[in-house]
């Protein structure tokens, strides 16, 4: 272990030693990076925005989140049905999880490039390539709630005669509602966050692109902090409306 | 007339023989005991009646039709005709009772109708009867992971009294309940029985329980049947055989008495 940490500190200070800072010094940059963090959070104010457009901007982005987490859940749902190794065979268990497993090692950045090929940067890349990671993600975590689902219960309602699709929807669905709601708003949390970096950086509409807009084309560091700020407050009241509903589905 | 038969039936996992060479009979309206000590191939025997597990080889006819021939939906139309009762009740605990009775109509639903859970007037009243006879009827509405275990069991019960079994298999029904529910839940299986003129075969831990409700007791030691007869004649010796212990640790009366909590 000591021989790890030895090769490992050998390396960072070559590295510092060998770090090209290309005539950037270090106590100014430190000095101008702090007094424009001032600004940003500080002296939030908007020259461009108004607060109408603002929240216009961020209800598109919420829209998207609403669509990709919507789209993802529903063949999530379906896939995570044949996926749970208590529910489908399982080659073809085996099949999906190998195959969600790589759609999530893909980082959702690249999906919306690999989409962008076809529909263009933009919404609609975002949206679908947003997707893809989802759907990665809700399937595993709806599998394994299905999975943890107790078998006996299942056995019970084969004994009976019932069919599969009754036995999902009138004992494996009842049962793991609360955990299929919870994981899907964790996503949609997720997934508004993933937009709003998916508008600064793949052009998607949504206040992503505004901020995009007032850091590298406008250098307006005051609205990049109104910005941050608003998106902020709408995640913590994302945040609170997520645990209200988790107490709601608790209790019955 | 006999409602079920088992003909040879032999279960093999893997290389490990479950069963071996079993033959058994069940006349309508009977109570069969199969008693054995763990592992010795009860539940195997049970799960292959419905075809919860399949069988290896032997014949199992249920009013003269051979189970082991049917496909896919075929034994689902078969399976509607046999309740199954669990030690672990296996309610869907976020139900009601209600809703979990009438789960045991499933099997004569459309796939379409059993999804979205639409019953006929016939079937809720039904239910109710049902609930009624095993006084659940002022529980209906409560969800199921809010019953006692007795209660639980008694909705096991309700739900397949509902399908309109001719047989009701029932693996350990009592053997995660208190003396007085698993007395209780005894009474209610027997009466059933007796009334309805429904075949039961029920595995039990309980020696003296057989012997106390069964027509017929049958001894299973490691998947062979070496005892098949009257609860009158199941002596000491042979309950000592077939839990494979020495007679003086055998705490039962033998064709007279039992224990005192059920009687």
Known sequence: MWATVAALAAITAYGLFTLDSNGVNIPD????????????FLHPESRRLSAGAAAWELLL??????????????VSLGLGLLGARNLAPKPLTQAIKAVIAVVRAIPSILWVLIFAVAAG??????????????????????AESFESLDYGVVEALQAVGANWWQIVF????????????????????MNFTNVVAMGAAAGAAGIGFDL???????????ELGLITYFVLAFAILLEIVAIRVKAVLKER | MAVLEIHNLTKYYKAHLALDDVSLKLRSGEIVAV???????????????????EPSSGRIEFEGVDIRRLGRSALREYRTHIGMIFQHFNLVPRQTVMENVLNGRLGHKSTLAGIAGIYSADEHSMARSVLEQLDLADQAEKRCDQLSGGQKQRVGI???????????????PIASLDPRSAKAIMDY??????????????????????????????GIREGCVVFDGDPKNLKKRKVAEIYGCDVDDIHFEDSTGGDAMFN
């Not at chain 1, 982005?61 to 529903?74: C, P």
């Not at chain 1, 009138?170 to 949390?189: C, D, I, K, M, N």
């Not at chain 2, 054995?36 to 597990?53: E, W």
């Not at chain 2, 309700?158 to 350990?172: F, H, K, N, S, T």
Request: hydrophobic share 50%; glycine share 6%; net charge positive.
């Open chain 1, 170 to 189: 009138q004992a494996v669905l009842p049962s793991s509602s609360t955990y299929l709601l919870s994981w899907t708003f964790l996503r949609f949390e």
């Open chain 1, 61 to 74: 982005t919420v829209a998207q989140a609403i669509l990709i987490t919507l789209f993802s859940g529903l």
């Open chain 1, 29 to 40: 940059a430190i000095g101008e990076t702090l007094r424009n963090f001032r600004t940003i």
């Open chain 1, 212 to 222: 995009f807009m007032a850091s590298s084309l406008y250098f307006d560091l005051g």
């Open chain 1, 121 to 142: 940067l933009g919404s609609t890349a975002a949206v679908l390539g947003l997707s893809m990671h989802s759907i990665g993600y809700l399937t595993k975590a709806y």
């Open chain 2, 158 to 172: 309700a739900r397949a009294l509902v399908q309109e079994p001719r047989l009701i298999l029932c693996d350990e």
């Open chain 2, 189 to 218: 299986l027997f009466r059933i029985s007796r009334k309805m003129d429904i075949s039961i075969l029920i595995n039990l831990h309980q020696v003296d329980v057989a012997i106390k409700y069964a027509d017929r007791i049958v």
């Open chain 2, 35 to 53: 008693i054995g000590r763990s592992g010795a191939g009860k539940t195997t025997l049970l799960r292959c009646v419905n075809r919860m597990i």
